[in-house]
């Protein structure tokens, strides 16, 4: 199966907001997924510490019970009565029927026939091909403890893949192949409606250098399911979702995301790095093994196909799906690199003084680094889900009454399933589904600030969605570069209210710092994760990877964008990186989606700029965005965003947006420390 461009990866994966496998050695890159979405399944916050929420792991300890008054989502959109319904069944066949005679009717004469119609019957059954997918999916995720349904949505995996591979595969192959004359007289004078699709036919052509034979990609669509790295991937997935951790001989245990929100949530520096200790102790030995096995085989297949489909380095197969030149994902690294590392350092010293006056803190471990600041003035009051409607509500009206409006319609038509129940996939995302039938968001809503601007980000999402349905189902996922648009500005506004309304300046210095945490961790750490990528793949020419050499990768990777330890004589802000030696082992997104990580940097700082541009001129700022937005796939980064004035692609753009959004938030946060007396 060729590497697909993401507008049709949706066609014949589990879910278009899944993190899976769809070819037997590379990942499926969907751009309706957001989020480490979980962005990465579009998590809300990419950090270390939220990471596993992409991966399918369960929530067992629950902080709702299966009675929660809390809204849950009403799948009968769908149109099925429930996972096994013999419907899905009978949708399917039909949708096998249609697939056939599609190429019966048009394999190796679409310069004959009309593209017009090849494309829009093509987008027909592809659709259909996704309702029953991401239905599967949906239901899925809120009962991850259902083995039977487990068994049921990968039986239908399978089969979705069959169809894809014997009857759709050669499709973007003969698109990709048409000759530029014949293209160019359909276009002008055969089917000038044909313009309607050009974004999904650039998309395909753009590919055409990096297809292999018909019979090849075939064959790696049909075996995906059973050999290659899908199984080994899926079986990492599973082991990592098993694992549980003990803090304490006689206590009980408790898995991965409560250790981690233990330990992020907790005053105690002590207390925190047992944490640390008790998970990288425990993801030492089998489930560090299995990951490194794992990434040892992901990495060894990017690499042959890198050569065999002739990209020119690492990143180019992702940027080239997200059309984003090498050269700028190569500026935005730089950029960090340069003003995003020192910021981060500066950040962390702020951090640092303000907790070893308030938490009479001696040493800044990497166990503190996403401490909260308790310097009182902070109510830690449940926010109801009322009021976290209100205040998403209050928040878009300010820049968009549109998009406010879809947000309530979103909440009143039942699209967000909202309580921590027991058996739910962890995290939080929104699925786009397909026009007419989506957008569904997943939250695991708890009453906290963050999960207020967990549901600003999610609805962002799907406002986005909304708005680029009449794009048609192949074009409405927007290119990664773009994604997180909506979902990132949105949670900022929110954010900003929420500082508003601080009572004091102690409310208001930690929030500022629970903030810039969030977008070290979006920016810095992401990056840092894309250069432990760049190390273990040119790594793997040289044969398999052992959990010891990646370990050594992680921590070169983390010296590189945090500095050497204080302990060493070093320049950085944390005097120990003592227990981070096996964290690497628990990202999903090494896994799933290689080099997708710098998307969460290029969103955050694309939109701090944006929201820069709506504080200054606010005139006809709502019209710009929503026509960004409704052009869904059909423009890449740089066309839409210059309107706003805008320009990715200047050298100097990323060092700027960096030192405008990251560096006025730490500057803002300084400022008060040093009026409540935390800094000299």
């Not at 920016?523 to 050594?552: I, K, M, P, T, Y």
Request: net charge negative.
């Amino acid at each position: 199966m060729p590497w697909l461009p993401r507008r049709i990866l949706s066609l014949f994966i589990v879910s278009s907001s899944s993190l899976s496998y769809v070819g037997s050695t590379r990942p499926a890159f969907v751009a309706a997924l957001t989020h480490p979405s979980y962005d990465l399944s579009r998590a809300s916050s990419p950090s270390l510490n939220t990471a596993c929420s992409a991966a399918a792991t369960m929530v067992p300890d629950a902080k709702a019970d299966e009675t929660s008054p809390l809204p849950r989502w009403d799948l009968s959109r769908f149109g099925f009565e429930h996972p096994h319904h013999e419907a899905i069944d009978k949708h399917l066949d039909e949708t096998a029927t249609l697939a056939l005679a599609f190429k019966a009717k048009y394999e190796g004469k679409l310069d004959e026939l009309s593209l017009l119609s090849a494309i829009e019957e093509y987008e027909e059954i592809s659709s259909r091909k996704t309702l029953v997918s991401s239905y599967l999916h949906l239901s899925y995720d809120t009962s991850l403890d259902d083995d039977s349904l487990k068994k049921r949505k990968g039986a239908l995996s399978q089969r979705q893949s069959e169809i894809y591979g014997d009857f759709l595969e050669w499709f973007s192959l003969d698109v990709a192949q048409l000759d530029d004359a014949v293209l160019a007289n359909k276009y002008e004078t055969t089917e000038p409606g044909l313009v309607k699709y050009k974004a999904f036919i650039d998309e395909l052509r753009r590919q055409k250098p990096h297809n292999l034979s018909k019979e090849v990609e075939r064959a790696l669509t049909v075996r995906s399911p059973y050999v290659g790295t899908r199984p080994l991937v899926s079986f990492f997935d599973k082991e990592l979702s098993l694992m549980r951790f003990k803090l304490d001989v006689d206590g009980d245990e408790v898995n991965m995301e409560v250790l981690l929100s233990k330990m992020q949530s907790s005053n105690d520096a002590e207390f925190r790095a047992k944490c640390l200790k008790t998970l990288n102790d425990g993801l030492a030995g089998s489930i560090s093994r299995t990951a490194a096995l794992s990434l040892s085989a992901v990495a060894g297949g990017w690499l042959i196909e890198n050569r065999e489909r002739k990209y020119e380095s690492l990143r180019s197969r992702r940027n080239l799906d997200n059309n984003c030149p090498d050269a700028v994902v190569n500026s935005l690294l730089d950029g960090v690199r340069e003003a995003g590392v020192p910021l981060c350092k500066r950040f962390y010293s702020l951090k640092k003084g303000i907790l070893q006056k308030t938490q009479g803190l001696e040493k800044l471990r990497w166990s503190d680094r996403n401490a909260p600041i308790d310097i009182g003035g902070v109510s830690n009051d449940k926010i109801s889900w009322e009021r976290a409607v209100e205040l998403v509500e209050k928040g878009y009206s300010k820049f968009s009454p549109t998009m406010s409006e879809m947000f309530m319609k979103m909440v009143n038509e039942k699209r967000i399933d909202v309580p921590a129940t027991n058996g739910k996939k962890g995290g939080a995302y929104c699925a786009g589904v397909v026009p007419g039938v989506g957008p569904f968001q997943l939250l695991n809503f708890d009453g906290t600030k963050q999960d207020v601007a967990t549901l600003a980000h999610e609805s962002g999402h799907g406002c986005h969605d909304i708005l680029a349905y009449k794009q048609g189902y192949l074009q409405y996922h927007p290119p990664l570069t773009l994604a997180e648009t909506a979902s990132i500005f949105g949670e900022m506004i929110v954010f900003r209210d929420l500082i508003a309304e601080s009572s004091t300046k102690e409310e208001e210095l930690t929030l500022l710092m629970s903030k810039i945490d969030d977008v070290v961790n979006s920016v810095v750490r992401q990056c840092s994760f894309d250069r432990f990528e760049e190390l273990l793949h040119s790594a793997r020419e040289n044969g398999d990877l052992s959990a010891d050499e990646l370990d050594q990768y992680w921590m070169k990777a983390l010296r590189e964008y945090y500095g050497e330890e204080g302990d060493a004589g070093g320049d950085s802000p944390f005097d120990s990186y003592e227990d981070t030696s096996h964290l690497w082992s628990y990202v999903p997104h090494f896994h799933h989606v290689p080099f997708y990580v710098y998307s969460y940097a290029f969103a955050d700082l694309v939109v701090g700029t944006l929201y820069n541009n709506f504080l200054t001129n606010k005139d006809g700022f709502e019209g710009r965005l929503l026509d960004l937005l409704s052009a869904g796939g059909t423009k890449d980064f740089a066309d839409a965003l210059s309107p706003f004035g805008l320009d990715p692609t200047n050298p100097t753009f990323w060092k700027d947006a960096i030192n405008a959004h990251l560096g006025g938030l730490v500057n803002e946060a300084e400022k008060i420390a040093k009026e409540l007396g935390y800094i000299e």
